[in-house]
């Protein structure tokens, strides 16, 4: 395909996307009916659909509205790339500029592609590194390993990687992970990934559990396991008896397989039943911390969703907090950058629970690296 020809697909796609279709349907409902396009030209229009996604707001400023086409237009002109050249009408190429396609120049929460109803509140709880890491949510989001410990070290991962054409370098957030910076298409079926030395996932998410109290012999819980990140990357740390629950049991159809792939035991239970040493909650959340990696999550957040959101949170935190034994411990975790999803939470929990102390806490942000996390540490005083 050309170039144009790309742009074209890229504002068919984004403009089906635009109508409700979810990204990645749209993306995989296109590549089924264009078996003309290679797996060069996919990743280049999946990389225009998710940069357009990430910056909506301000390409369609620029562009000439929230279209397809004013996405892809805007995108361009942002870049600093003259779309006339591209943009003939020839062949597959999108047709040319006509006196529709103004641009104007974004402000405020416009160009830091924050929807307008969010953006006090994220400038309130971000303070001064709002402007940056609002910057940082409109980039691509770099890609994180973690070395699973039970199947070898960091260092021979590394090599076992390096011998894939893929190159990874450590990362500060954790001891555990590696970012990627060559050759991460590789990754998912290269030996490293496929025999469990290496899992995807995000530094700031491998910190979190990093910072739970894990020991040999502890029953430990993730109330919240979805597709198993953080319960295996858990069960990696020590020897646990790990059990893993979700209100969506399909969630976590996969985890048997990523369990036994990485070399763990994972109970699945329907019904957790307390004391646990350790439980551990990741609950759902705004993914405002992840908007680079799931930008369409951006969009779609509402006043109405958070709010319910923030409900089920609090809903979860306290059962989760009723399975944990006298001197155990409960580990809260968001991908959220919001104060109402994360330390708001903890505060109120603890005025309701006297018995219980926060031991730690940390915001993570897109600017230490990774994705946005928020972790806390609580533990049930003995008694
Ligand atoms: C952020 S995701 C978990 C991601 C997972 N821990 C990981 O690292 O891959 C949140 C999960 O909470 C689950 N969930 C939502 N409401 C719940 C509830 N009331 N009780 C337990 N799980 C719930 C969702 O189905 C979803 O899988």
């Not at 309130?124 to 390993?145: M, W």
């Amino acid at each position: 395909m050309t170039p144009a020809a790309r742009l074209s697909a890229a504002i068919t796609i984004l403009d089906r996307i635009l109508a409700g279709t979810p990204a990645e349907q749209a993306l995989v409902n296109w590549a089924r009916a264009s078996r003309f396009a290679g797996s060069g030209d996919r990743n280049a229009i999946r990389d225009l659909v998710f940069d357009a996604l990430r910056c909506r707001r301000s390409h369609a400023a620029l562009g000439g509205g929230e279209t397809g086409r004013g996405l892809i237009l805007g995108g361009l002109r942002a870049a600093g790339i003259d779309p006339g050249p591209l943009f003939t009408g020839e062949g597959h190429a999108p047709a040319p500029i006509g006196p529709d396609d103004v641009s104007i120049i974004p402000q405020g929460f416009e160009a830091a592609d924050i929807p307008d109803w969010i953006g006090p509140q994220m400038q309130a709880d971000l303070g001064d590194d709002f402007s940056a890491i609002t910057a940082a949510l409109r980039q691509r989001a770099p890609v994180f390993l973690r070395v699973n410990l039970v199947r070898g070290g960091l260092v021979a991962a590394q090599a076992a990687l390096a011998d894939e054409g893929i190159t990874a370098e450590p990362h500060p957030l954790s001891p555990t992970a590696l970012q990627v910076t060559e050759g991460a298409r590789k990754i998912a079926l290269s030996a490293p990934y496929q025999d469990g030395r290496v899992e995807l996932q995000d530094a700031a998410s491998q910190a979190v559990v990093d910072a739970l109290p894990l020991a040999d012999g502890m029953r430990v819980l993730d109330y919240c396991a979805g597709g198993g990140g953080k319960v295996l990357a858990m069960a990696a740390r020590a020897r646990l008896r790990a059990f893993a629950h979700d209100t969506n049991p399909g969630r976590m159809r996969d985890l048997p397989d990523r369990a036994k792939r990485a070399g763990v035991k994972i109970s699945i239970t329907a019904r957790p039943e307390g004391p646990f040493d350790l439980v551990l909650t990741d609950v759902p959340c705004s993914g405002s911390g992840s908007w680079r990696r799931a930008p369409e999550g951006k969009w779609l957040l509402t006043p109405e969703k958070l709010q319910s959101l923030l409900t089920v949170q609090q809903t979860i935190l306290h059962r989760a907090a009723a399975l944990v034994r006298p001197g155990g411990w409960l580990g809260y975790a968001t991908c959220s950058l919001l104060r109402c999803e994360n330390r708001a939470h903890i505060d109120s929990f603890l005025a309701d629970h006297p018995g219980w102390n926060l031991e730690r806490d940390r915001q993570f942000t897109p600017l230490d690296g990774a994705d946005g996390f928020y972790g806390a540490v609580l533990r049930r005083n003995a008694g």
